[in-house]
């Protein structure tokens, strides 16, 4: 039984993985975070309080469990990590671990919304505009303004006047400003091989949106968005997992690209797996160097997220270092 590391274990990312994987019972399963209380801690066969991931000694203690569990697969939990990963790969896999992360300067670009839009727009893809902060009075209402590096926090406005975008420039940091895109807005989940090329997407609507996470949603056929989010995936490369924005207007039928991200999606990732395309089995298996099997998936699958609680004796907290 081969062990699957998945880190932060109280993100949504990391709790969707391991009570997916802690399901099947096919791994052995070692959850982290610097949080004795991240629920994820208690669905793994082996939970590990460590420091947090900006933490010095982050990296060196990851690479120590590593080996001393002799875990074959890491699973990110959270963006912030896929870069310590990404520079440190040579370490990781002296240690025996497998892993899928984009190189690091992939990363650079996607951590970057100005980058990662001029770079999407210099190979041909539909974005949107971006104002510059420094000449406002071009400014066509209504915008949407977001920070440009994306660290987790979805701090963004949609803003209809002067008042209200001066307002947003002093609360959102590092901001940039875009043309407010109106229509559907749809997340298609992507996994790759190891080397990025697409091997399926699965296109899904956000029906509803709380905290840049989707709560309800619904899988599409899609072979318009599907194929686009395909070309920019292996425009970059991203291999194993992504999941690529795009926001569609129906009136004027425009598909725009809106965020590319290089990582396991947050909030849609049960409604992938329950549509037939289980990213996390798959991407293991895979890693493993075992033969996949990918089956499109199903249309109309709908999800709706609820709250879910964990209930404990404070003397059965994880409270384990090493």
Same mark, same amino acid.
């Given at each position: 039984? !081969?062990?699957?590391?998945?880190?932060?274990?109280?993100? @949504?990312? #990391?709790?969707?993985?391991?009570? !997916?994987?802690?399901?099947?019972?096919?791994?052995?399963?070692?959850?982290?975070? %610097?949080? &004795?209380?991240?629920? #994820?801690?208690?669905?793994?066969? *082996?939970?590990?309080?460590?420091?947090?991931?900006?933490?010095? /000694?982050?990296?060196?203690?990851?690479?120590?469990? =590593?080996?001393?569990?002799?875990?074959?697969?890491?699973?990110?939990?959270?963006?912030?990590?896929?870069?310590?990963? %990404?520079?440190?790969?040579?370490?990781?896999?002296?240690?025996?671990?497998?892993?899928? +992360?984009?190189?690091?300067? +992939?990363?650079?670009?996607?951590?970057?919304?100005?980058?990662?839009?001029?770079?999407?727009? %210099?190979?041909?893809?539909?974005?949107?505009?971006?104002?510059?902060?420094?000449?406002?009075?071009?400014?066509?209402?209504?915008?949407?303004?977001? @920070?440009?590096?994306?660290?987790? &926090?979805?701090?963004?406005?949609?803003?209809?006047?002067?008042?209200?975008?001066?307002?947003?420039?002093?609360?959102?940091?590092?901001?940039?400003?875009?043309?407010?895109?109106?229509? /559907?807005?749809? @997340?298609?989940?992507?996994?790759?091989?190891? &080397?990025?090329?697409?091997?399926?997407? !699965?296109?899904?609507?956000?029906?509803?949106?709380?905290?840049?996470?989707?709560?309800?949603?619904?899988?599409?056929?899609?072979? $318009?968005? %599907?194929?686009?989010?395909?070309? =920019?995936? *292996?425009?970059?490369?991203?291999?194993? $997992? !992504?999941?690529?924005?795009?926001?569609?207007?129906?009136?004027?039928?425009?598909?725009?690209?809106?965020?590319?991200?290089?990582?396991?999606?947050?909030?849609?990732?049960?409604?992938?797996?329950?549509?037939?395309?289980?990213?996390?089995?798959?991407?293991?298996?895979?890693?493993?160097?075992?033969?996949?099997?990918?089956?499109?998936?199903?249309?109309? $699958?709908?999800?709706?997220?609820?709250?879910? &609680?964990? =209930?404990?004796?404070?003397?059965?907290?994880? +409270?384990?270092?090493?």
């Amino acid at each position: 039984m !081969s062990t699957v590391l998945i880190t932060r274990a109280g993100s @949504t990312t #990391g709790m969707n993985l391991l009570q !997916s994987l802690a399901q099947k019972k096919k791994y052995r399963l070692i959850a982290i975070d %610097s949080d &004795s209380m991240a629920p #994820g801690l208690y669905w793994a066969d *082996e939970s590990i309080i460590v420091p947090k991931t900006s933490a010095k /000694d982050y990296l060196k203690t990851l690479l120590d469990i =590593c080996r001393h569990h002799d875990v074959k697969v890491l699973l990110p939990g959270h963006s912030d990590e896929l870069h310590q990963i %990404s520079k440190n790969a040579l370490l990781f896999k002296e240690a025996g671990v497998n892993f899928a +992360v984009a190189k690091s300067e +992939v990363l650079d670009i996607l951590d970057d919304k100005h980058l990662m839009g001029d770079f999407l727009a %210099s190979k041909g893809f539909d974005v949107p505009k971006e104002y510059d902060l420094a000449n406002l009075s071009q400014v066509e209402y209504p915008v949407f303004v977001k @920070t440009q590096h994306d660290t987790g &926090s979805k701090q963004t406005a949609k803003v209809w006047n002067k008042e209200e975008l001066d307002s947003a420039l002093k609360t959102i940091p590092k901001p940039i400003i875009q043309e407010f895109i109106d229509g /559907d807005e749809f @997340t298609i989940d992507v996994l790759s091989d190891l &080397s990025g090329r697409v091997l399926m997407t !699965s296109p899904r609507k956000r029906i509803a949106v709380q905290n840049g996470l989707c709560i309800k949603g619904i899988t599409v056929q899609d072979p $318009v968005l %599907s194929a686009l989010a395909a070309a =920019c995936v *292996e425009t970059f490369p991203i291999p194993g $997992v !992504s999941n690529v924005q795009i926001m569609v207007n129906n009136i004027s039928n425009r598909t725009c690209l809106i965020e590319v991200n290089p990582r396991f999606p947050a909030g849609g990732l049960p409604l992938t797996i329950a549509a037939g395309l289980d990213i996390p089995e798959l991407l293991i298996k895979m890693l493993l160097g075992e033969l996949v099997q990918v089956h499109e998936p199903e249309p109309d $699958v709908i999800m709706m997220r609820y709250w879910d &609680s964990i =209930c404990l004796r404070k003397d059965n907290l994880k +409270v384990k270092n090493r």
